[in-house]
């Protein structure tokens, strides 16, 4: 159905103002009429047939009335219109700005000036609103790129594995399999892993109750002949640290945390150790992963969390590669987008001795207490 165009805001207020005018100067002359001319007596001539009455104040009221009833009106519409503009001159730079942000231009602002106003913080939030749009934006076309450089990576292996038994028939199958296998598992951890990090983006998942000190078990149990495999102790400590959010979203995010903690150790031969603590600290629940390791630049930390980042100064067996536990290098990435789903915080610090100290503040809830536990999952 197509609609009609209608009349435009600053036409509305200027028929507005106009017609509030004129009922205004209407009532104060209705006013000037009760409270005055009708106590004038009606056709008395009086002395020499000069004196004032209703009839002549009549016939010289109503002109002087009418002219001034025209001009309010004249007056209304064009002091109406001329301050409408002036009044809508903000909106029409903010509607200027959104236009802009439609055709793609996210780098534009309003940057409105003068006393702050209803105007005035519509403008601002939407220059912080285009702020981080453009932030959004920026960040999901680099992970694209990323995603598709990733992806395109064991695509192109697989293609000249293929090509290399093509053109060479006594090749050993076996281990072209094998090293087939290798490659399709990593495309398919790696595309996994961006569905995951898609859905905790999307927020869409129910929230029940989850103690974080339970999910911390279950993924140090998961990982224990991880650990086991490259000597590293790993220990659970804290009670029960209850949330509210996705058990599988939660137990992933441990999980990677963990994993991380393992993988990017000491050396293999070296007593490394990796800590998952969890507590209750008032209305937040904290769970804090720490690990050994040799020490990480400060300016290195911030970048851990973006996709595909894997920290080339960090420690790295380099049989990672082969093994089950290897990663995608969006380990971190989805603990932070999981973190963020949660509306928690996440926070990296480097150890002074080396390592690494990754702290989780979700929202707690009540909780039944458990007694503390301590030491490596069994």
Known sequence: MVRRPGLSVRLKLTLSYAGFLAV???????????????????????????????????????????????????????????????????????????????????????????????????????????????????????????????????????????????????????????????????????????????????????????????????????????????????????????????AELLLRMVTNLVQNAVVHNLPAGRAGTVTVHTQADGDTSVLRVENTGPVLPAELVPTLVEPFQRGAERARDPRAAAEEHAGVGLGLAIVQSVVRAHDGTLDLAPRPTGGLVVTVRLPGTACAGRPEQAGRPE
Do not use: C
Request: aromatic share 6%; charged share 25%.
């Open 24 to 246: 205004a100067g209407a009532l104060l002359l209705a006013v000037v009429w009760v409270f005055i001319l009708r106590y004038v007596p009606d056709k008395d001539q009086g002395l020499l047939g000069i004196s004032p009455n209703r009839y002549l104040l009549v016939r010289t009221f109503a002109p002087a009335a009418a002219t001034a009833m025209a001009f309010l009106l004249v007056f209304g519409l064009v002091g109406g219109w001329l301050l409408a503009g002036r009044m809508l001159a903000p909106l029409t730079r903010i509607t200027a700005a959104a236009r802009l942000a439609g055709s793609g231009s996210l780098s534009h602002r309003i940057h409105m000036e003068g006393r702050r106003d209803e105007f005035r913080e519509l403008s601002d939030a939407f220059d912080s609103m285009l702020g981080q749009l453009e932030s959004h934006v920026a960040e999901q076309r680099r992970f694209a790129a990323n995603a598709s450089h990733e992806l395109r990576t064991p695509l192109a292996i697989s293609r000249a594995l293929l090509d290399v038994a093509r053109e060479d028939p006594a090749r050993d199958r076996d281990e072209l399999l094998r090293r087939l296998q290798t490659v399709n598992t990593r495309a398919i951890d790696l595309t996994e892993a961006l569905l995951l990090l898609s859905r905790s983006d999307r927020r869409t998942f129910t929230r029940a109750e989850v103690d974080l000190s339970l999910v911390a078990e279950e993924a140090a149990e998961t990982l224990l002949p991880l650990a086991e495999r490259r000597g590293i102790t790993l220990d659970v400590t804290g009670g029960a640290t209850m949330t509210s959010g996705s």
